[in-house]
T-cell receptor, first 115, second 113 residues
Framework: DAGVIQSPRHEVTEMGQEVTLRCKPI?????LFWYRQTMMRGLELLIY????????DSGMPEDRFSAKMPNASFSTLKIQPSEPRDSAVYFC?????????????FGEGSRLTVL | QKEVEQNSGPLSVPEGAIASLNCTYS??????FFWYRQYSGKSPELIMF????GDKEDGRFTAQLNKASQYVSLLIRDSQPSDSATYLC?????????????FGQGTTLQVKP
């Protein structure tokens, strides 16, 4: 079975540009998570969805960040406008059964560099 | 105070030794606890989870949980160079918040041949 698929794998952009990261969860998984990882702050939860509905977005750093899940097989994380401090690896993860098992299945990540 | 705390390391052990990784958490109502391993440049992968006080063993790995002390640990016996990675402790919050998994900063383990 295919795992969690993220795109792009690498993105280099200039400050002020819009960035859109994409995620396709594992089929049948109904919870989806967006995490950001940096050396300084580790792996931070940004937002998570259950059944396509955002449940907790308290980790979204500011209004420049937005996330959507229009259907069970696709989610986006958008940063507009981007800033150098947004440079990080962004992971998408999914889990079945509303996260009861606790195991997150991670994508390979999208490495974002904002110049 | 961070919700989940780990020493960043690096923790260096010789091949064949026992590596002991520790984690503390702040929410006394936390329900379940996980250890993930992350190789450099890769995504995290689950090693073990534990829900009840005490020890849980899986091969060379043992997870230990002490809810009274808000402490969870991971022991790796007979450490191998292939165990060299960052180990992330993760905690799941209270019932009703079943999907939210909070990670510590991670401890880097180096196993020297």
């Amino acid at each position: 079975d295919a795992g969690v698929i993220q795109s792009p794998r690498h993105e280099v952009t200039e400050m002020g540009q819009e960035v859109t990261l994409r995620c396709k969860p594992i089929s049948g998984h109904n919870s989806l998570f967006w995490y950001r990882q940096t050396m300084m702050r580790g792996l931070e939860l940004l937002i998570y969805f259950n059944n396509n509905v955002p449940i907790d977005d308290s980790g979204m750093p500011e209004d420049r960040f937005s996330a959507k899940m229009p259907n069970a097989s696709f989610s986006t994380l958008k940063i507009q406008p981007s800033e150098p401090r947004d440079s990080a690896v962004y992971f998408c993860a999914s889990t079945p059964q509303g996260g009861i098992t606790g195991e997150l299945f991670f994508g390979e990540g999208s490495r974002l560099t904002v110049l | 105070q961070k919700e989940v705390e780990q020493n960043s390391g690096p923790l260096s052990v010789p091949e064949g030794a026992i590596a002991s990784l520790n984690c503390t958490y702040s929410d006394r109502g936390s329900q379940s606890f996980f250890w993930y391993r992350q190789y450099s440049g890769k995504s995290p992968e689950l090693i073990m989870f534990i829900y009840s006080n005490g020890d849980k063993e899986d091969g060379r790995f043992t997870a230990q949980l002490n809810k009274a002390s808000q402490y969870v640990s991971l022991l790796i016996r007979d450490s191998q160079p292939s165990d060299s990675a960052t180990y992330l402790c993760a905690v799941k919050g209270r019932a009703g918040n079943t999907g939210k998994l909070i990670f510590g900063q991670g401890t880097t383990l180096q196993v020297k041949p």
